[in-house]
Structure formats: structure tokens, C-alpha cells
């Protein structure tokens, strides 16, 4: 149970990260760019 619930904390901390990264990589480079 204890290792599940980590696992589950590991995934939503790199979502996260995740997240961060590609809203300053969209900031970086506007959308209209990328099309």
C-alpha cells in the first residue's frame, strides 16, 4: 500500500515537472511559431 501511494507521488511529482517545463518551453516559443 505505502509503496503504491509513493509511486503514485513519483508520478504526479514528474507530471509536474513535467508540466513546469513545457509551459516555459511554450513561453520560449509561442505556439505560432511551432505551426
Known amino acids: 500500500m505505502i509503496s503504491e501511494l509513493s ?3 513519483e508520478m504526479d ?4 515537472i513535467f508540466n513546469l517545463l513545457s509551459e516555459d518551453y ?3 516559443f509561442p505556439r505560432s511559431k511551432i505551426l
Open 7 to 9: 509511486s503514485i507521488y
Open 13 to 16: 511529482e514528474l507530471n509536474s
Open 26 to 28: 511554450f513561453k520560449k
